[in-house]
């Protein structure tokens, strides 16, 4: 839930920036200021009503559709999965074919109807099964379910990529730093509060009044985000869509797969971009400079772009991207470690009581990582890397490798506390005593776990948008969510082995729904030997990355060059 704030607070921030400012736009009677309460509750009531929903959903899934804790936590990793991964088919849809106004559009009515028949699901006892057995789900109950999911997912795709640079469309007519700063302060502000909310207000409300209240309150949410949007569509600026350059990057493999069997020469041609962004093509993977070759030399001379041959500046642009892909991997784990839903089910089981009339709900313990987030993150911008440059030499204070691996660190002590504070926890509840163990035990590791989220993710974004091109700065929010996505998927995967493999033999699994059975600690203990190992592959993969580099021409290096020259000659 909180991957969506720090994937989107670093990545295009500067990118939007320049843009803005620099592009002149025609559409001055459109846009503007008075667009931006339309966009920002769009989005931040998108995320209330699915944040809010995902967040308590293991218990309705156990509760109501009779499904153990390994079954219900793995459809719920799989429906994280999907949400990150079409963020990917959101942005490229927007970019190519249909526009970002439309692709919003069409993300919010998908959102409003999934959160809608996930309603249905809580007042239509033929939706569910039957509450007097323990019968599972019949194939029609469970198809309904997850196709509520998936309308979820596909609204979280089309919204969330699409909207921060929806928004910064309409202030292209303004030539004002200080107002694209307030944008983008207001959006982020925004956010935050929205996940806060869902994991509060929403889920207390859940616990408090039951499912049927609980899932209508999203439901209104997502209307009033749905009409909030549409009611402004007259005042928006509406940008005409352009080619999207994940379909650049895949041209480049297809044509390189291709073209496999020719035989690169020294007087080859190779086809350039006619644009001020050409570069010279370089050696590196020089397999790619298949896809660009040109054997007709009357057209590679004459200037003219062949068509259905990728240019040198794409198949670059791939070059940069191919060696970072070892160090992105390096972050599944963690959000692996992110997603996991077993500490809900801790909380669920302790004492949660604040004041004798108050009870913090189990799952939003949650809040804690994302209050580290969010302080955190100031802290270090506006002090720590200061304190921390005078020293390192570096203008961020750390370097971007360290502070990544200093997250993968902080993953594994998150582990550890996680399996101690377990073991004490089930020995207690086995011990048949009247002592409850507070859940405020769970504090540190949420807190942990929000500080290694904090220096890897960000790092991450950070790591992509230095390393790539400018033309590809999207991309670092792109590969972070895929990494989400891969993540939430070895989750799932990672839990049936476990809960496979330990429960053969008539044993109790480690993973049983009744965790005071089971042995969640020693799965913690598992995710900590898993992350210890994670992060030596991370120390290999930096030491590739460097080897890699010291070799390799950077392609906004050239770009650079390039430029100069064609300057210098004008003059």
């Known amino acids: 839930m909180e991957g969506d704030l720090k994937e989107e607070k670093s990545s295009i921030h500067a990118d939007l920036q320049t843009h803005l400012l620099n592009e002149n736009n025609n559409h001055v009677q459109k846009g503007g200021l008075r667009t931006m309460p339309f966009i920002i509750v769009n989005e931040a009531f998108e995320k209330v009503a699915s944040s809010g929903v995902m967040a308590n959903m293991i218990f309705y899934l156990m509760e109501v559709y009779h499904m153990e804790a390994v079954t219900g936590t793995s459809v719920i990793y799989i429906w994280s999965a999907l949400s990150d991964g079409l963020s990917i088919f959101g942005a490229l849809v927007s970019d190519s074919y249909f526009g970002r106004f439309r692709v919003i559009a069409f993300g919010s009515l998908s959102s409003l109807v999934g959160v809608s028949l996930l309603w249905l699901t809580s007042i239509v006892p033929q939706l569910t099964p039957s509450s007097a057995s323990s019968c599972p789900p019949t194939p029609a109950q469970l198809g309904f379910l997850l196709a509520s999911f998936s309308l979820i997912s596909i609204g979280s795709g089309c919204i969330r990529p699409c909207s921060i640079v929806f928004g910064a469309d309409q202030l292209k007519h303004y030539n004002s730093q200080r107002l694209i700063d307030s944008y983008f302060n207001w959006y982020y502000a925004s956010s935050t509060i929205s996940y806060v ?61 291709k073209n496999r069997e020719i035989r690169l020469l020294p007087g080859d041609c190779y086809n350039h971009s006619n644009e001020m962004d050409r570069v010279e093509l ?24 062949p068509c ?34 077993f500490p809900t089910l801790q909380a669920e089981k302790m004492n949660r009581n604040i004041t004798s009339w108050f009870e913090i709900p189990a799952a939003s313990f949650i809040l804690f990582e994302l209050l580290t987030i969010t302080i955190w993150i100031p802290f270090y911008d506006c002090i720590l890397d200061k304190l921390l440059a005078k020293y390192t030499n570096e203008p961020r204070g750390l370097h971007l490798k360290i502070r ?27 011990q048949n005593t009247s002592v409850d163990m507070s859940a405020m035990w769970l504090v540190p590791q949420y807190v942990l776990l929000g500080l290694s989220v904090a220096f890897n993710d960000i790092g991450q974004i950070e790591f992509y948008y230095s390393e790539l091109p400018k033309s590809m700065a999207s991309f670092s929010i792109a590969v972070l969510k895929v990494s989400a996505a891969s993540g939430s998927l070895v989750a799932s995967l990672l839990t049936n082995i476990v809960d496979s493999v330990t429960g053969r033999g008539g044993n109790i699994s480690w993973l049983s729904s009744d965790i005071d059975e089971g042995h969640v600690d020693y799965y913690y203990w598992l995710l900590s030997f898993l992350s210890l190992l994670n992060f030596f592959y991370y120390l290999i993969c930096c030491r590739v990355h460097q080897s890699f580099s010291s070799s390799e021409c950077r392609l906004s290096h050239a770009v650079n060059i390039e430029r100069s020259d064609s300057i210098e000659d004008k003059l």
Do not use: H
């Open 197 to 257: 909310i869902a994991s509060t207000v929403v889920v207390y409300i859940q616990d408090l009044f039951g499912w049927r209240v609980g899932f209508a309150v999203p439901v209104l949410v997502m209307l009033c985000s749905a009409l909030m949007f549409l009611l402004g569509s007259s005042l928006y600026v509406k940008v005409e869509v352009k080619k999207s350059p994940f379909s650049g990057l895949i041209q480049v493999l297809a044509v390189a797969f």
């Open 282 to 305: 370089t050696d590196n993977l020089r397999f790619l400079n298949k896809a660009c070759v040109v054997r007709d030399v009357n057209i590679g001379s004459t200037g003219l772009n």
């Open 308 to 341: 259905g041959v990728p240019t040198v500046e794409k198949v670059e642009s791939l070059k940069t991207l191919i060696p970072i892909i070892p160090i992105w991997s390096s972050g599944i784990l963690l959000f692996t470690n992110t997603v996991q839903n």
């Open 404 to 430: 990544m691996g200093i997250g993968l660190i902080l993953s594994v002590i998150t582990m550890v506390v996680s399996a101690i504070v377990e073991t004490i926890r089930r020995d207690l509840a086995n």
